[in-house]
């Protein structure tokens, strides 16, 4: 796919889902094509370059995980050690989780207690030191390395075995590890290092569905190392080709052993149904299509999409940025499939809705409730499932300034069962549209738990 190709698949997936502006990067059999379309902001908008800085969001995790395994390769960590061994202050909810949980748990979100806590805990160098004091206020859901729960905390203490072990702030080690070596110059975390150059804001509906900027712009510094790199699509890119290949940066220098960064992409950890992939490997997701493993994470920050992938065996990689949000996870979604087949042949189809009969279904009916988010299942006439999610008023507390929060009503998604596939739905329409999940039985055989966008939500009532 060529940059031409390239710029007119942008343009009308922008247009399509009310996307003010987006970036994408295609590297092929050693090819790479760049496109950009539209504006950083609709309140001051300028054109966006292949250097525009973007939030990454979650891909910031992929960063995290690799230096641990650059710290594990010198001695400096163990994967299966206890995070106690680094981090010995680390107090939890549950006395035996806090002494067993490892740094692999933490990294293949498998550690159990709630993971979406955003409190601010201030923007100096012992902010992730003060909010790993906090998570003693987490419930411990399942004990670690028992279920799969997308754990956003667990990765800012994974960012504080870094610091504790470097005896660096996250960010400065990051620069060190990683950014440095591979040549990676436009990728930042703080505020003061974006403000200079040209940069996206969020875009998010406002109450009437009229798209308007999103504040606040930047997470809390602990944020970090959850999702708190802000980078180009050009970095991005090369980001993404450094894991498909043999470990050495642009210059040659070895940054990661060939072997190390193969076992990133290993499974650790199966999650069949999953809205993100198939299993886990070490701070990456994996996914099947079409016989090949398709190697990648998304990242979501206030009204900014990110979308980073690659397929190994085929010498492929894509990375799209976006500044909307929903719209920007659709596009982002459509794009990849599009430029898979474009450059592959290779097919990511979305698996098809069926109805149920209602006796079927209503065994899923309930409230689904955990940190952060809150869920009601309900059978329709159709044959299918609507799910209303409510956005959790302690969240919205936590992500804006007092009195800044918007007020927002809930959003209800249709979905279907998919057919051959116990208790696995997928969403039938909307942005959330092809992304799938599953409900969880006891071992009484009873529906105990719905996994909703990688996240273990308990049953009310079980």
């Not at 496109?35 to 054109?47: D, F, K, Q, R």
């Not at 918007?406 to 208790?423: E, F, I, N």
């Amino acid at each position: 796919m060529n940059d031409h190709e390239l710029h007119g698949l942008l343009t009308e997936l922008a247009d399509e889902f009310d996307v003010p502006g987006v970036a994408a990067g295609v590297w092929h059999l050693g090819k790479t094509s760049f496109a950009c379309h539209g504006v950083t902001s609709i309140e001051n908008p300028l054109p966006i370059d292949v250097h525009t800085l973007f939030q990454a969001g979650s891909i910031g995790k992929t960063f995290t995980a690799t230096a641990l395994l650059m710290l594990a390769e010198t001695g400096r960590v163990g994967l299966d050690a206890p995070v106690r061994r680094y981090v010995p202050e680390l107090h939890l909810a549950d006395a035996t989780a806090a002494a067993e949980v490892t740094l692999l748990q933490l990294l293949n979100h498998t550690a159990g207690w709630e993971g979406d806590f955003f409190a601010d805990t201030g923007e100096g160098d012992d902010a992730l030191a003060r909010y790993v004091a906090c998570l003693d206020e987490l419930e411990q859901r399942t004990p670690p390395g028992v279920a799969f729960s997308y754990n956003n905390a667990a990765f800012c203490l994974a960012g504080r075995v870094i610091e504790s072990v470097t005896g660096e702030p996250y960010e400065r080690a990051i620069r060190r590890l990683i950014l440095r070596p591979l040549g990676l110059r436009e990728s930042f975390f703080f505020p003061n290092e974006i403000m200079t150059r040209r940069f996206v804001v969020g875009h998010k509906p406002s109450p009437d569905d009229a798209l308007q900027v999103a504040r606040p712009w930047a997470l809390p510094r602990n944020g970090a190392p959850a999702g708190g790199i802000v980078t180009s699509i050009v970095d991005l890119l090369a980001w993404a080709r450094f894991h498909s290949g043999d470990g050495r940066g642009a210059n040659g220098v070895r940054v990661l052993s060939e072997s190390g960064l193969r076992a990133m992409r290993d499974p650790t950890v199966h999650m069949s149904g999953s809205a993100f992939g198939d299993a886990l490997g070490i701070g990456w997701i994996l996914k099947d299509i079409g016989g090949a493993r398709l190697v990648g994470h998304d990242g979501s920050t206030n009204g900014q999409e990110a979308s980073l992938s690659f397929l190994p065996e085929q010498d492929w990689a894509l990375a799209v940025m976006t500044n909307a949000s929903p719209g920007g996870l659709a596009l982002n979604r459509i794009a990849r499939q599009r430029v898979i087949a474009a450059c592959t042949g290779i097919v990511e189809a979305d698996p098809e809705p069926v109805s149920a009969v209602p006796q079927t279904l209503s065994v899923y009916a309930g409230e689904y409730r955990a940190r952060g988010m809150r869920c009601q299942v309900a059978v329709d006439e159709t044959g299918g499932l609507n799910f209303t999610l409510h956005h959790d008023p302690e969240l919205l507390a936590q992500m804006f300034e007092n009195g800044e929060a918007p007020s927002s009503q809930p959003a209800t998604l249709h979905a279907g069962l998919v057919a051959g596939y116990a208790d696995r739905y997928v969403f039938a329409s909307g942005p959330a549209q092809g992304l799938t999940g599953t409900f969880v039985r006891n071992a009484d055989g009873r529906v105990c738990a719905l996994h909703l966008f990688g996240r273990r939500l308990p049953r009310l009532g079980e």
